[in-house]
């Protein structure tokens, strides 16, 4: 039974729910569309600390709350249905991951389509990883995160890392993700209604200028598609009211087919990136529980034993 805090939120962001896509609408308008979903986020916390840097030639920026360890660090990929978004529409999000997980955060700046398509994003996230761990920084610190696409994306840049004979970070965790592009989960269709953060046509005009003429279950653009073998342990949060519903539960089945130790949560009566709204009781929840998972995960006992 969702509480009624978010009972009420839903009821406003129905009101506000972002309209339909065509083959015709202007990437400046759909990017006016995921800002409007990015604005629910809020301010971050006032403690926050976010710094400009740049990864080898990437950019981004450092976030740090009072409580970040420096020997745990997430690498964070924003969501946007990769044609929107930056680390700074994401921050509070981001900053408030980083104070459950008492960790630093590395939000990258990856290339959005249309100007830049696919494979680019993914590029970008193997190359700011290569380069994070050829510094001081070791695999064993590090966890991969991300929401909406950015979630799929990081389990992409996974799916890219192993191909790569990279060593495997510690964890992943993702928040809704968007891990198939081909959009053929039953609760895309199941809950077109329920979701009001996104619509059919927002996701499959986002999906092709991101794709292109790429086979939308390329397994590193869709990693729902993709074997999981060898993978580190994954934790993924959703809202059982939203369309990419489906898109977590298929993560959950990859990684027990490969055997990974794998954590999907579908709370009950919560929408598209829940975390995103503080005052819902659900999102603290979440983010305590994920905050628990990287911190587990990323601790000197675990590391000793690796």
């Known amino acids: ?31 006016r569309q995921y800002a409007y979903l990015s604005e629910r986020f809020g301010a971050p916390p006032r403690e926050a600390v976010f710094e400009p840097a740049q990864v080898g030639p990437l950019k981004g920026e450092w976030v740090r709350m009072p409580n970040s360890s420096a020997e745990r660090l997430i690498l964070y990929f924003h969501g946007g249905g990769y ?86 970070p510690a964890a992943c965790v993702a928040m809704s993700p968007w891990a198939d592009l081909s959009l053929s989960g039953w609760s895309v269709l199941q809950n077109a209604r329920t979701d009001s953060a996104l619509n059919w046509e927002l996701l499959f005009v986002s999906a092709r200028h991101y794709l292109r003429k790429t086979n939308p279950a390329d397994p590193y653009a869709s990693p729902a598609f993709a074997n999981f073998k060898d993978f ?55 983010l305590q529980r994920l905050g628990q998972f990287i911190r587990s995960r990323t601790s000197s006992q675990v590391r000793a034993a690796q």
């Open 1 to 31: 039974m969702p509480s009624w805090q978010s009972s009420l939120v839903d009821r406003f962001r129905r009101m506000g729910r972002p309209r339909g896509a065509s083959a015709e609408t202007e990437i400046a308008e759909l990017r």
């Open 232 to 286: 580190p342990p994954i934790m993924v949060h959703a809202g059982s009211l939203e369309m990419l519903r489906d898109d977590a539960s298929r993560i959950g089945d990859r990684a027990a087919d490969a055997g990974v130790p794998v954590s999907v949560e579908i709370y009950d009566g919560m929408q598209h990136v829940f975390q995103a709204n503080r005052h819902v009781p659900e999102a603290k929840v979440s």
């Open 83 to 168: 044609i929107a978004g930056s680390p700074e529409t994401h921050r509070a999000l981001i900053a408030r991951l980083a104070q459950a997980s008492e960790s630093t955060v590395f939000s990258l700046a990856y290339r959005l389509a249309p100007e830049f398509a696919f494979p680019a994003a993914v590029r970008d996230g193997i190359d700011a990883y290569r380069h994070l761990i050829s510094k001081s920084v070791q695999p064993q610190q590090v966890v991969f995160a991300g929401d909406g696409s950015g979630g799929g994306l990081a389990l992409a840049v996974l799916h890219a890392a192993r191909n790569a004979n990279l060593p495997m």
